[in-house]
């Protein structure tokens, strides 16, 4: 039989082979915000109400995430785990298209019937108000074509044609850059043209995904599989993916917590600092979260053929890799984090504060790739649970007290707020190091009574059972 990728290819190759391309993929999520963020800031005098409109934003903008990664990703997953067994194949990688053009228009109708009453509780008044609500409207249509592009390039990597999603979405990221130009400034449509220029580029990207699967033959026909088949691989679809998105959900909810403190606490301006250092922040984190997503179609298939070796050693590996990244993406941040924020050209005011924010939250970024290498290999084992329950001692017992608790012991301190940050990161990393070791020990313990269990060389088990 001849070989394929997972076979052909040496560990590092198959880490760079998959990786890459996720990391490409995800960046495209987070450069449609990047980019916005960074036009905004060159809108002249509305650009500090422009920047903390997208700052209040975010949040629900993180919930849109959410429900994108509950199909996307574990779609990918089963296809690359029943890649040689086209009937199960097919399947999931039907159901996982389906449920994800119904969540993601459910999620956009919901907001469009609430935005008012959302926008006041984010926060947003006045003038930001006005700007926030011009570009919700026109990323609620966005959302649907970000969540189809966001499955089916994951399903092209699940079948080992990872270049070609880096060929769509690197194109979607110069898509998005030229049009947001050609809205906001061409058009002189400002703030909401920079939503505009964003929608061009997800839908540019989902139509491509889907037209080159269709010319491989890789999408299924609907009437292949049966409803009943559907139901069934929607629940293990979801079971899969609960727990990532619950992960962005808990990221949306802090974010909203944190811009009611800064509100509280620092006032608008801060949260218009917190969008640039967020946006440049999650930027960095992309590459780590790229590794381990690509990692886990790998460990995926690893799990599939019950090649535990080479899972541990991929573990290995990607934690090495992982944390080597992290020590370089901080070093950069402390050396040149002042220039690299002046690309989002800000007020002078804006700077000031915006660098030492940024210092203070990448103090424990290079720790974050043992974190998600645990989260991956949790989720992808089959312990979901811990998984979640992991993300959730960080979101919800970690940094949502601290957002609260931190300005009141720090209040000489602006910024002591974002040392919420690193202190959560480092709690929750050493949380996961005791249940990964504890995971360990237990495997171990019942190794020794499955090998104690066996009869030895040349005897008989009742030979040994005798007294």
């Given at each position: 039989?001849?070989?394929?990728?997972?076979?052909?290819?040496?560990?590092?190759?198959?880490?760079?082979y998959?990786s890459?391309p996720?990391?490409l993929?995800?960046?495209?999520?987070i450069?449609?915000?990047v980019v916005?963020?960074a036009?905004?800031?060159?809108?002249?005098?509305m650009?500090?109400d422009?920047?903390?409109a997208?700052?209040?934003?975010?949040?629900?903008l993180?919930?849109f995430?959410?429900?994108?990664?509950?199909f996307?990703v574990?779609?990918?997953i089963?296809?690359?785990?029943?890649?040689n067994?086209?009937?199960?194949?097919?399947?999931?990688?039907?159901?996982?298209?389906?449920m994800?053009?119904?969540?993601?228009?459910a999620v956009?109708a919901?907001?469009c019937?609430?935005q008012d009453?959302?926008?006041h509780?984010?926060?947003?008044?006045?003038?930001?108000?006005?700007?926030?609500k011009?570009?919700?409207r026109?990323?609620l249509l966005?959302n649907?074509?970000?969540?189809?592009?966001?499955?089916l390039?994951a399903c092209?990597?699940?079948f080992?044609?990872?270049?070609v999603?880096?060929l769509?979405t690197?194109s979607a990221?110069a898509v998005?850059?030229?049009?947001?130009?050609?809205?906001a400034?061409?058009f002189?449509m400002?703030?909401?043209?920079l939503?505009?220029?964003t929608?061009v580029s997800?839908?540019?990207c989902a139509?491509?995904?889907?037209?080159w699967?269709l010319r491989?033959?890789?999408?299924p026909?609907a009437?292949?599989?049966?409803l009943?088949?559907?139901?069934r691989c929607?629940?293990?679809?979801?079971?899969l993916?609960v727990?990532?998105t619950i992960i962005q959900?808990?990221g949306g909810c802090?974010g909203?917590?944190?811009?009611?403190?800064?509100l509280?606490?620092?006032?608008g301006?801060y949260?218009?600092?917190w969008?640039?250092?967020?946006n440049i922040y999650?930027?960095?984190?992309?590459?780590?979260?790229?590794i381990?997503?690509?990692?886990?179609?790998?460990?995926a298939?690893?799990s599939?053929?019950?090649q535990?070796e080479k899972?541990?050693?991929?573990?290995?590996?990607?934690?090495?890799a992982?944390?080597t990244?992290?020590l370089?993406?901080a070093?950069?941040?402390?050396?040149f984090?002042g220039?690299i924020?002046?690309?989002?050209?800000?007020?002078?005011?804006?700077l000031?504060?915006?660098e030492?924010?940024i210092?203070t939250v990448?103090l424990?970024f290079?720790?974050?790739?043992?974190f998600?290498?645990?989260?991956?290999?949790?989720?992808?084992t089959g312990?979901?649970?811990k998984?979640?329950?992991?993300?959730?001692?960080r979101?919800v017992f970690?940094?949502?007290?601290?957002?609260?608790?931190?300005?009141?012991?720090?209040?000489?301190?602006?910024?002591g707020?974002?040392f919420?940050v690193p202190?959560?990161?480092?709690?929750?990393?050493a949380?996961a190091a005791?249940?990964?070791?504890?995971?360990g020990?237990?495997?171990?313990?019942k190794?020794g009574?499955?090998?104690?269990s066996?009869?030895?060389?040349?005897d008989?088990a009742?030979?040994?059972?005798?007294?």
């Amino acid at each position: 039989m001849e070989k394929n990728i997972y076979e052909k290819k040496s560990m590092n190759g198959l880490i760079l082979y998959f990786s890459l391309p996720a990391v490409l993929s995800l960046l495209v999520e987070i450069m449609a915000s990047v980019v916005d963020t960074a036009f905004a800031g060159h809108l002249g005098s509305m650009s500090v109400d422009a920047l903390a409109a997208m700052g209040l934003l975010q949040p629900l903008l993180n919930i849109f995430t959410a429900f994108q990664a509950l199909f996307a990703v574990s779609t990918s997953i089963y296809t690359a785990k029943y890649l040689n067994r086209k009937s199960e194949r097919n399947s999931y990688l039907l159901t996982g298209i389906f449920m994800t053009l119904i969540v993601s228009a459910a999620v956009s109708a919901v907001v469009c019937f609430n935005q008012d009453r959302l926008l006041h509780l984010l926060g947003a008044e006045g003038q930001v108000f006005m700007l926030a609500k011009a570009y919700l409207r026109v990323q609620l249509l966005s959302n649907i074509f970000s969540s189809m592009g966001y499955t089916l390039t994951a399903c092209i990597r699940a079948f080992g044609f990872p270049k070609v999603e880096m060929l769509v979405t690197g194109s979607a990221v110069a898509v998005n850059i030229v049009f947001n130009a050609v809205f906001a400034f061409g058009f002189r449509m400002g703030f909401r043209g920079l939503a505009l220029g964003t929608l061009v580029s997800e839908i540019f990207c989902a139509v491509w995904a889907a037209l080159w699967l269709l010319r491989r033959k890789l999408l299924p026909e609907a009437g292949l599989v049966s409803l009943r088949h559907i139901g069934r691989c929607t629940l293990e679809l979801a079971r899969l993916g609960v727990a990532q998105t619950i992960i962005q959900a808990m990221g949306g909810c802090t974010g909203f917590f944190l811009n009611n403190s800064l509100l509280v606490h620092s006032g608008g301006c801060y949260v218009a600092v917190w969008n640039l250092v967020q946006n440049i922040y999650t930027l960095f984190l992309m590459p780590i979260v790229g590794i381990t997503q690509g990692v886990q179609t790998i460990i995926a298939y690893f799990s599939g053929q019950n090649q535990n070796e080479k899972k541990r050693k991929l573990v290995r590996t990607t934690v090495l890799a992982t944390v080597t990244y992290g020590l370089l993406g901080a070093g950069c941040i402390f050396t040149f984090g002042g220039k690299i924020l002046s690309l989002f050209a800000p007020s002078q005011e804006l700077l000031g504060i915006a660098e030492a924010v940024i210092k203070t939250v990448f103090l424990t970024f290079p720790l974050l790739g043992v974190f998600y290498t645990i989260m991956t290999l949790l989720e992808v084992t089959g312990q979901e649970l811990k998984a979640l329950a992991l993300i959730m001692t960080r979101q919800v017992f970690f940094m949502l007290p601290l957002v609260y608790i931190l300005p009141l012991i720090l209040p000489d301190l602006p910024y002591g707020i974002f040392f919420t940050v690193p202190t959560a990161d480092a709690a929750a990393l050493a949380v996961a190091a005791v249940m990964i070791l504890k995971n360990g020990k237990n495997s171990d313990e019942k190794n020794g009574r499955q090998r104690s269990s066996l009869p030895a060389d040349g005897d008989t088990a009742g030979e040994r059972s005798a007294p």
